[in-house]
């Protein structure tokens, strides 16, 4: 490691949690693309800058600028997993006073470790867009950080993805959810010929069927029951009659065994965790350029992923036109690359729709949380705040209404109560 006089090795670096030499050797041992930038330049400065303002709930990103002696620079991400961001949420909330904090702290911990191993796995696979991995460390190794007297946080450095982002209040377009829908029959593929080793028993995160969560939906959807009184009684009435941690079980993971259908879902496929690629004039493509933030990654429905993204991402006249095609597309693409190995999709494209309304439910209560976080945001002007609150909770009335469709059209309360689904 070359150093120009007056660097202080021995400092932390911003807030990363890492002293600045700590970084500098471990780029020096595990960033190929950083030893031959650098080649025989001394380093002179070093920054991490936090991106995440907004834009993540359970860690923090640092592009981190490493500067050369002839003013040449070269960037990679550093992602540290911290509970602060989501607590500070928690309180902004209200109505979760006996939140239980130590829980919620160890579950970040183990979101950073499954998305340790998820990532390292996803990114051998060469057509899935996924950003180039050079070092995890896991947040229970009690692992030097190069700070006396702390212990390691946990980190994934990777590198710097230039692309742009399209956040949570603008909708995505129809030609994103057909090239999701195509990203994410690749991926399937590539796991279904995958060793199970590498990816069984490994990604088990509980969040999309923890009680605390679910909790969380329930004060989001009463609140937006009180300002949807009459629209949203029926539906409202129907999702607190559900035992969710059973129905989620049953939706995401229960089915799917039985169509033989388990794979392993990314988890958090919305558009805060999709980097895309940019236009010519600088502005969001349509392509998804790398999907990040793999730290809720699970076994499970292969439509759920899909149905994140539609439920949370689309606003109704998008969602509501682009659905079928894009199930149709998922499906034809995954058809076309079994075939290329002379094999069949293990489930069909009717039980791909039935996988699919199971997991839209489910995640039309999750979207409530979405859009009762946004109602306060210290970062944009109140009124900013306003309307994008109004947009969210316009997306997820219509979520729940359309919710209630699927409902009645698949007789879900006979269903659920056979199944022993109903609270």
């Not at 950080?145 to 990777?158: E, H, K, Q, S």
Request: hydrophobic letters at 40%; one cysteine or more.
């Amino acid at each position: 490691m070359v150093l120009q006089n007056g660097i202080h090795e021995e400092k932390e670096l911003g807030i990363t949690g890492y002293s600045v030499k700590w970084v500098l050797e471990k780029l020096e041992e595990c960033c190929d693309d950083y030893v031959k930038a650098r080649d025989d330049r001394k380093v002179v400065d070093i920054e991490a800058v936090d991106v995440s303002e907004g834009k993540g709930y359970l860690s923090r990103v640092f592009v981190t600028t490493i500067t050369f002696d002839d003013g040449d620079n070269y960037k990679i991400a550093m992602k540290v997993p911290t509970y602060s961001i989501i607590e500070d949420k928690v309180k902004e909330m209200g109505g979760f006073e006996n939140h239980n904090h130590e829980e919620g702290r160890a579950n970040i911990n183990l979101a950073h470790d499954i998305e340790c191993d998820a990532i390292s796995f996803v990114s051998t696979f060469p057509n899935f867009p996924s950003p180039k991995v050079y070092f995890t460390q896991k947040t229970r190794e009690g692992q030097d950080c190069g700070l006396p007297g702390r212990d390691a946080p946990g980190v994934i450095i990777m590198k710097a993805i230039d692309g742009a982002s399209l956040g949570i209040i603008r909708s995505v377009t129809t030609e994103q959810c057909l090239n999701f829908a195509i990203d994410f029959a690749t991926l399937q593929d590539y796991v279904a010929q995958s060793p199970e080793s590498k990816w069984k028993g490994k990604f088990d995160s509980y969040l999309h069927f923890d009680k605390g969560m679910f909790d969380a939906c329930k004060i989001g959807m009463n609140r937006l029951k009180d300002e949807f009184p009459e629209e949203l009684a029926e539906i409202s009435n129907l999702f607190e009659s559900l035992d969710w941690e059973k129905f989620s079980k049953h939706a995401l993971k229960t089915i799917p065994e039985q169509l033989n259908a388990t794979t392993y879902a990314h988890g958090d496929a919305w558009t805060n965790n999709v980097m895309f690629k940019k236009n010519p004039d600088g502005s969001v493509g349509n392509e998804a350029l790398a999907y990040i933030d793999y730290q809720i990654g699970f076994e499970g429905s292969p439509l759920f992923d899909i149905a994140r993204f539609l439920t949370l991402c689309a606003d109704a006249e998008v969602r509501r036109e682009i659905t079928t095609p894009t199930l149709k597309t998922y499906y034809k693409k995954l058809t076309e690359l079994y075939g290329k190995r002379g094999e069949n999709v293990p489930f069909s494209f009717d039980e791909a729709e039935e996988m699919y309304d199971l997991a839209y439910v489910q995640q039309t209560y999750e979207l409530v949380i979405i859009a009762a976080f946004m109602e306060k945001d210290a970062t944009v002007a109140p009124e900013v705040t306003e309307a994008r609150s109004a947009k969210l909770k316009l997306r997820t009335r219509f979520a729940m209404l359309d919710a209630l469709q699927v409902w009645k059209k698949r007789n879900y309360s006979k269903l659920f109560a056979q199944f022993k689904l109903l609270a």
